[in-house]
């Protein structure tokens, strides 16, 4: 089968890492891909919102099946493009991806079909956000509607806290037209868990838990970001819990966009919230997260290029998916001045010497050659640049092998949490189940 994945971040450079040990797989590319890529698919120079290039692309060079990662391209409608043009693509319509694309459809969808929630207002300017606040309290929580990369969430704390997220939302206008409306929400206290499944438009193949670190420092400290390093199993979920979130939260959803003409075809991403009441949504997002993806897909048994081909055609013929028992876990190496104006052109060495290290593996985000060809310098191109990861039978290995990989790498401007996974290390023996 030819293939052709969408994107460039590490989220990609794993799923073509996976896609790569399949059979079936003849042709491997990448559009726009990056350095780390570049050894494992032929790279493709267009960006991905150049949706209507792409289904040139795809349908010049005959691809089976096309795997989009990033959000952009799929609220822009691609696989739409690609259905009209008959190009089988594993991903959500435009519609259907407005589960992500709006917090605010996302939580009323959650509201018409009984999906347990955050009690949430919507407001349209800095007035109605301090009142709406004032009514919850703080802790609140308050969130631009529209994408945001990952970093359209501000927790408050207090009224300094609710004067700087007014002020950014809607002043500065840090988010753009993201922020022109504004989800203000209950603030649920728990653990945090990543549930991915895939679906093929009606059914669901649960992935394995994840957990996300989504603060730029170390005790969760910081900014938001699109997270700085994950492991899997997430240590906070039950198989038992799992199988109730499949029940209460996955599958409703998937029925709920179907019978709204909105059919999911994709990888639907539920981030939860672990309540004293039970798991509730915090969001919705319509592909793989990153960096949930590397931890997944470094534990996932089964070939995936014939399971995302089915999901495509609509027909799953699997009924479960299977999951190694070791731990994956993830450390995010990030630009200086992440999330906020990260410096870029940084050289970075010693990555053949890291990803020597047993059970490690690096995934390529912002990367770049400094001149022309793969005999150049390498440096850092973007705010997440490298995801360093590791596979080990227990939490505690896994994370000294990522973390001794990461001190292997030669980038004295590196930024990354020095705590992924560590207060579970203090809470349980995280093992792969």
Not at 203 to 216: E, F, H, N, S
Not at 338 to 360: C, F, K, S, T
Not at 377 to 384: P, Y
Request: aromatic share 6%; net charge negative; proline share 7%.
């Amino acid at each position: 089968m030819k293939v052709l994945v969408v994107g460039g971040g590490a989220r990609e450079h794993a799923l073509c890492w996976k896609l790569r040990q399949s059979p079936l797989l003849t042709e491997l590319y990448c559009a726009p891909g990056n350095p780390g890529i570049a050894a494992l698919a032929d790279r493709v120079p267009l960006a991905p919102e150049e949706v209507q290039r792409l289904a040139d692309f795809a349908g010049e060079l005959r691809i089976d099946l096309t795997v989009v990662g990033p959000e952009l391209p799929l609220t822009l409608g691609i696989a739409d493009e690609f259905a009209n043009r008959g190009l089988p693509l594993f991903g959500p319509t435009q519609r259907a991806a407005e589960i992500e694309g709006s917090k605010v459809f996302a939580k009323q969808f959650m509201e018409r079909h009984g999906i347990p929630t955050a009690p949430s207002e919507v407001v349209h300017d800095a007035a109605a956000a301090r009142a709406a606040a004032g009514r919850f309290g703080y802790p609140v929580v308050l969130k631009a509607d529209g994408l945001a990369a990952g970093k359209g969430v501000i927790i408050v704390q207090d009224d300094a806290g609710l004067a700087a997220a007014v002020q950014a939302l809607f002043e500065e206008r840090q988010f753009g037209t993201s922020a022109d409306r504004v989800l203000v929400e209950a603030f649920l206290p728990g653990e945090e868990v990543s549930f991915m499944a895939l679906c093929d438009g009606e059914r669901v193949l649960p992935l394995a838990t994840a957990r996300d670190y989504k603060r730029i420092g170390d005790g969760d400290t910081g900014p938001n970001t699109g997270g700085m390093g994950a492991h899997s199993p997430s240590g906070g979920l039950s198989a038992e819990a799992g199988a109730v979130v499949v029940e209460t939260i996955l599958r409703p959803a998937v029925a709920g966009l179907a019978a709204e003409g909105r059919p999911f075809v994709g990888v639907l991403y539920a981030g939860l919230m672990l309540t004293p009441e039970g798991p509730r949504v915090l969001e919705f997002n319509a592909r793989f997260g990153d960096p949930e993806a590397q931890v997944v897909l470094l534990r996932l048994e089964d070939d995936l290029l014939p399971i995302l081909a089915a999901g495509a055609a609509g027909r799953f013929d699997a009924r479960r998916l299977s999951f190694r028992r070791e731990v994956a876990v993830c450390v995010v190496l990030a630009s200086p001045g992440y999330p906020g104006r990260p410096v870029q052109g940084e050289p970075i060495g010693g990555l053949d010497r890291a990803a020597a290290l047993p059970g490690v593996e690096i995934f390529h985000a912002g990367t770049a050659w400094a001149r022309e060809g793969a005999d150049g310098e390498l440096v850092s191109a973007g705010g997440r640049v490298l995801s360093v990861c590791a596979l080990d039978p227990g939490l505690s290995g896994a994370l000294k092998k990522a973390y001794a990989a990461a001190a292997e790498i030669d980038w004295p401007g590196k930024v990354y949490r020095h705590d992924i996974g560590r207060r579970l290390l203090d809470q349980v023996s995280l093992g792969g189940s």
